[in-house]
Nanobody, 121 residues
């Protein structure tokens, strides 16, 4: 199967920065879109950013201009550089990827376990 392992979360002060990483591993033939979503307490999960294998990106309105998504296709890893953090960015951040396994014929969606980001004021 596939594992998405996130790292880089933690506690940061307002205005600070964090960089999240998510590495995909397993019997992977290829990885299509990868992305980050987040869920704050009492709120629905929302889009943070996505990136295609070709590098096209899409951002949620609340993070445009502050966050940057990137990926290393060879490492099957996606990154999220988060700058100018505010308390409203506090949430569990989840990695997401569309993965083609070596023994199947269609892409499937996988999620990481989540990493906590807390921004203190």
């Amino acid at each position: 199967q596939v594992q998405l392992v996130e790292s880089g979360g933690g506690l940061v002060q307002v205005g600070g920065s964090l960089r999240l990483s998510c590495a995909a591993s397993g019997s992977i033939e290829s990885v299509a879109a990868m992305g980050w979503y987040r869920q704050a307490p009492g709120k629905q999960r929302e889009l943070v950013a996505t990136i295609t294998s070709g590098g096209s990106t899409n951002y949620g309105d609340s993070v445009k201009g502050r966050f940057t998504i990137s990926r290393d296709n060879a490492k099957k890893t996606v990154y999220l550089q988060m700058n100018s953090l505010t308390p409203e960015d506090t949430a569990v951040y989840y990695c997401n990827a569309d993965v083609l396994l070596t023994y199947v014929t269609s892409y499937r969606e996988y999620w990481g376990q989540g990493t906590q980001v807390t921004v203190s004021s």
